[in-house]
């Protein structure tokens, strides 16, 4: 389930980003499909907690591919498909490795290693695809705003989408440790057998 919805949050985000004009508020600009990379990024750390990190870069392999597909398929320019898409492989690779690292409960995980890839996903992409080294819809002036309204999205959304996960999880009785806990688990369980024989 988590990896469906971690691949249709993409492919989602995408559809909503081509369809509606972004949401200015005052300075910043948002656009629409930013507020489901919230989702994406957290569902990413979901599929990792259950499966371990060499199938969550498989599964990033085949939803980069996706996320090409449906920016193509939706009739965006192949300049901002290669944005997209160089932002994607840097901020989930990012979001993989800094969430690997950090032995947090799973919110402060989300939230350490969602700031960095929020920030590099929006920054990239911002400044490659629709700022000035791209198509130039968005001028040096206000490169800074539209990188702050993705990033601020982003991370509100993570933490409402995680918080909001957590709290299930704990209501429902159904916590489940992350793949690295188990692990840890699992190696003090054999060094306690080795130690008794």
Known sequence: MRIAIYLLSIILANVITARFAPLELGP???PYGTLLIGLTLVMRDMVQNRFGRLRTYLLIGLALLLSALSSY???DPLWIVFAS???FIISETADTEIYTRFKFPFVKRVM???IVAGFLDSAIFVIIGIGPLGLEFVPWSLVPYAILGQW???VVMQLVVAG???KVVIKMDLYEPNITDRKLEED???KKATQTI
């Open 28 to 30: 910043l600009i948002i």
């Open 73 to 75: 398929l939706l009739g």
């Open 85 to 87: 898409t160089l932002s």
């Open 112 to 114: 350490y290693s969602g």
């Open 152 to 154: 601020i999205a982003k």
């Open 164 to 166: 909001g996960i957590r």
């Open 188 to 190: 003090e369980t054999c």
